[in-house]
């Protein structure tokens, strides 16, 4: 088929190319949508099979939580290369790549009959949905003009929170009623539904300057250091913070990320060109993706443990009662991006750090008792202020990216979200370890139970740090009674502390988010050269 290529021009795309379905920008972006649903859903219904995999393969704690990193690892070192990818070979080429993949290798992991298979298609799924997220924000970015991509935005957003609250749900429902191997052959149909989408509707958009090399030494370097980076955070609750190995790898990643930065200088074509820092706006953005991510994924960790070891509630209640955070988020991203187009991102980034600050400040005085309804309120306004920011700060990150560098800057975007993630997880639950080694010893001592010795003690702390009660079976009622109050007492002054924790980070944001303005080269993204 003979490729007809169109020039950049400032007036936008080809009319000719949108008249069909190919290139439109609202069927793009229900393209896009239905395939970034289908890994967002993965990432949330997926803890909900893990105990479900574990007793069905005998798995051990290790292995479960291998099927997580596994996944989180692949996911986070790929994501910047991946955008590359996409800049180089096209966007619409990598998302169904990426698609095709994530399908089989969900497919692969419904078949497995050993956790080993199961944690090597998990990487698998990382590998290929990190090649679908930034090409689909490449994909919006190179479609829609300039005065609708913060719309379109808010729209991938509101997707994004709904699958996200979706999961939870689904995922109890199919464990409860077929199966874990469900859990992951949901993705099959979906995935299908979204490769003939995209098929169909999708548009290959390149910038005439698109690059044409690799920077393979970059890419081992970044890789090398985003790698190091993550394993510290995920094992630094296991190891602690002052072992050799935590700072023997994050020691790793210091020099990794500074060999790739004097790399990146001499290099004639970049992974990353660093000139796209010298932006003060995306650079900004790109700290406040971070920021927020530490303040909402730390803290969000927390609170399932809240609601179904404190308060008892299965996972499918638990994620019903996250629906008014969710829904916010699903409510509020059309909306933020309607506010971020007509007053730009500042305003309304500030103010959605602001309002989450007060959220976690308020999570910060739950208690063991607190009802649903004060509860929603507070997931509710969390909800409400994450969703400008969620919206805001990527289109901060692209929009002040050069066209041609769009995947990278998707990669980026993603990957500052799993980096503050992971960051929050970890840093926040040394909190919660270090509030509760302070006070559970003593909590025990003021109600009168038998003491504990050392072991035992230790023991039993590992589990408040997720709200479990160790109540040793048999025990008398009220005894039974006695010891889950200090437990729940305890883990709730440990969550407070770690959501105080929170607010002060998310303080920080708002005033990172006052550096932040409308994307200097969002116009360009209309005036892509679309090969077909």
Not at 49 to 54: D, K, L, M, T, V
């Amino acid at each position: 088929m003979t490729s007809q290529i169109t020039l950049a021009k400032e007036t936008g795309p080809d009319p000719a190319a949108r008249a069909g379905l190919r290139g439109h920008p609202w069927l793009t972006l229900f393209a896009v949508a239905v395939g970034v649903m289908m890994v967002t859903l993965d990432g949330t219904i997926v803890a909900v099979a893990n105990p479900a995999i574990q007793k069905d393969l005998g798995a051990s704690l290790a292995e479960v939580q291998w099927i997580t990193n596994g996944y989180l690892l692949a996911l986070a070192v790929s994501l910047i290369t991946a955008g590359k990818l996409g800049d180089r070979f096209g966007h619409r080429q990598t998302f169904l790549i990426g698609i095709a993949g994530f399908a089989l290798s969900s497919a692969a992991i419904g078949l497995s009959t050993g956790v080993g298979l199961v944690i090597g298609f998990r990487v698998a799924q990382g590998l290929f949905g990190a090649l679908l997220m930034p090409a689909a924000l490449g994909l919006l970015r190179a479609t829609f003009p300039a005065e609708k991509l913060n719309m379109a935005i808010g729209i991938w957003g509101m997707v994004i929170g709904a699958s996200t609250a979706a999961g939870p749900i689904v995922g109890g429902l199919l464990v409860e009623h077929v199966s874990w191997q469900s859990v992951f052959f949901i993705n099959v149909p979906v995935g299908v539904i979204a490769l003939l989408l995209g098929l169909v509707i999708l548009l290959d958009h390149r910038a005439e300057n698109a690059p044409r090399s690799f920077d393979l030494p970059g890419i081992v370097l970044l890789s090398a250091a985003m790698f190091s980076l993550i394993w510290a955070l995920i094992k630094a609750a296991e190891w602690g913070w002052g072992d050799a190995k935590t700072l023997l790898f994050l020691g790793a990643s210091v020099l990794c990320f500074v060999l790739f930065a004097v790399w990146e200088t001499k290099v004639s074509e970049p992974l990353i060109p660093l000139g796209m820092f010298r932006s003060l706006p995306l650079s900004a953005g790109t700290v406040l993706m971070v920021l927020m991510a530490f303040a909402f994924m730390g803290g969000l960790f927390f609170v399932t443990f809240y609601l179904q070891n404190v308060h008892g509630m299965s996972p499918v209640d638990s994620g019903l009662h996250l629906l008014p955070l969710t829904g916010m988020m699903i409510v509020g991203s059309p909306l933020a991006g309607a506010a971020i187009t007509k007053v730009g991102p500042r305003i309304p980034l500030v103010a959605g750090m602001v309002a989450t600050a007060v959220a976690c400040f308020g999570m910060a005085r739950l208690t063991p008792d607190t009802g649903t309804l004060t509860m929603s309120l507070w997931f509710a306004l969390l909800g409400l202020g994450l969703a400008p920011v969620m919206v805001g700060a990527t289109e901060v990150i692209v929009g002040n990216a050069p066209l041609e560098l769009s995947g990278v800057a998707g990669g980026l975007q993603q990957a500052a979200m799993q980096v503050g993630g992971s960051l929050g997880t970890a840093v926040l639950g040394a909190v919660m370890a270090a509030e509760v080694s302070d006070t559970f010893g003593d909590n025990w001592q003021s109600a009168g139970l038998p003491p504990l010795t050392p072991e035992q003690l230790a023991l039993a702390e590992t589990g408040v740090q997720v709200g479990i009660a160790p109540v040793p079976p048999g025990a008398p009622e009220p005894v039974a009674q006695t010891i889950a109050g200090v437990a729940h007492d305890t883990f709730v002054s440990g969550m407070s502390t770690a959501f105080t924790c929170a607010a002060v980070v998310a303080v920080l944001a708002a005033v990172v988010a006052c550096f932040t303005k409308r994307g200097q080269n969002a116009e360009a993204g209309a005036g892509a050269a679309a090969h077909i």
